[in-house]
């Protein structure tokens, strides 16, 4: 079982930075892949960016490309996502998901329903 918790969250203009966290414990040597995914009203939860475990490779939504990056620090068990360049579009619920086991394909880092686990989200509000 694994237990996630983000953090960092709030109320930025357009154009500031936000630097979102996500502390995993519990039997966190079983992931495999963390990943963020973010919820505005009246809209789906969409994939946003993800990192595996033990080698760091990334994979990012296209909306976000170039301006969000994914990082991680295993012996903190914690997942970052900075977020630079903040458009009004990106506010939403930021939510840190991890998923167990290994698959390979950009599936098993982008698609909602491979992930175990959730946080309880954060709420990012930008600012015209």
């Known amino acids: 079982q694994v237990q996630l918790v983000e953090s960092g969250g709030g109320l930025v203009q357009a154009g500031d930075s936000l630097r979102l966290s996500c502390a995993a414990s519990g039997h966190t040597f079983s992931i495999y892949v963390m990943g963020w995914f973010r919820q505005a009203p009246g809209k789906e939860r969409e994939f946003v960016a993800a990192?595996?475990?033990?080698?760091?490779?990334?994979y990012y939504a296209d909306s976000v490309k170039g301006r969000f990056t994914a990082s991680r620090d295993n012996a903190k068990n914690t997942v970052w996502l900075q977020m630079n360049s903040l458009k009004p579009e990106d506010t939403a619920v930021y939510y840190c998901?991890?998923?167990?086991?290994?698959?390979?394909?950009?599936?098993?880092?982008?698609?909602?329903?491979?992930?175990?686990?959730w946080g309880q989200g954060t709420q990012v509000t930008v600012s015209s």
């Open positions: 990192i595996s475990w033990s080698g760091g490779r990334t």
């Open positions: 998901a991890a998923r167990e086991g290994y698959g390979s394909g950009s599936y098993y880092y982008t698609r909602e329903d491979v992930y175990d686990y």
